[in-house]
């Protein structure tokens, strides 16, 4: 299966770096962002890492972002690749219009890192060909895709995606369908943890990364990744983690709700725990 054109959706921190990639790989990319003035943002965010790269004796930016094409609504392509807002209604909706937009034989995925890819499959006419490619932040340098098939994904668009996240120089890993997957399953209560021992005084969040990053060898401590991520998209993940499963240990910890009520989302919005 050819996926030659591919329409990116969501041009923020995940949807721009997963153009990049793309395009990067010699493929046509075409990107839809609804926020005015996203688009623009997220190429310009590209052009700078592209720039870092290309010191390091990456490809030409300009080359890759040539690739690139602005779009004003979704157009026909080979393959969408959805990288909204993590909210399970404007996702499937998203879904249900791209159905009606891209040709029979395109793939619809979605970067979604915990809603059911099953739920987004039965908004379309196509559920064989819906299915979850959830990439890892930054998309440029972290290699990993987890790959998730819904009820219904045919094991030709299960192919289809693994040997794409291959050229793309990632490294994919099947997961089964259920609540965050594998990936937001051991992550999120890994960072609720971390935001309930903040709460409790047990420690600051100085101490709380530093104990992460160098007793367990981590990159980035708990605090510092879930201001990296979002703090209202870890919010989101842990409900949908906590209505899935019905375990009290995956409800958000009050201290992430209280943050993202006060507009500290994280580096986004230049304060989460930390300021920026």
């Not at 793939?107 to 379309?124: C, E, F, H, M, Y």
Request: proline share 7%.
């Amino acid at each position: 299966m050819e996926l030659e054109h591919v329409l990116v959706v969501g041009a923020g921190q995940m949807g721009g770096g997963i153009a990049q990639v793309v395009a990067g790989s010699g493929r046509s990319v075409s990107l839809h962002d609804a926020a005015p003035g996203a688009v623009e943002r997220g190429i310009e965010t590209m052009r700078r890492s592209l720039g870092k790269l290309a010191e390091k004796g990456g490809a030409d930016p300009d080359e890759v972002l040539a690739r690139v094409t602005p779009v004003d609504d979704l157009v026909p392509a080979d393959l969408m690749i959805e990288a909204i807002v993590e909210d399970a209604r404007v996702k499937t909706e998203l879904f249900a219009r791209a159905d009606e937009v891209l040709p029979d034989g395109a793939i619809l995925a979605s970067n979604t890192s915990s809603i059911p890819i099953t739920s987004l499959g039965a908004a379309t006419s196509r559920p064989d060909r819906v299915i979850g490619m959830h990439f890892f932040n930054p998309v440029p340098v972290l290699n990993l895709v987890e790959v998730i098939r819904g009820l219904e994904t045919s094991d030709e668009t299960a192919r289809a995606i693994i040997a794409l996240a291959e050229e793309l120089g990632k490294t994919p890993a099947e997961a089964r369908d259920l609540p965050g997957f594998v990936s937001n399953r051991i992550l999120m209560p890994f960072i609720n943890e971390a935001a309930y021992a903040l709460l409790e005084g047990v420690a600051e969040p100085e101490a709380i990364d530093t104990i992460a990053r160098l007793g367990f060898a981590h990159p980035m401590g708990p605090l510092a990744l879930a201001d990296l991520i979002g703090l209202d998209t870890c919010v989101a993940i842990m409900d949908v983690l906590y209505a899935g499963l019905g375990d009290p240990k995956y409800a958000p910890c009050p201290l992430l709700r209280q943050y993202v009520q006060a507009g500290r989302l994280g580096r986004k919005a230049g304060r989460g725990f930390y300021r920026y």
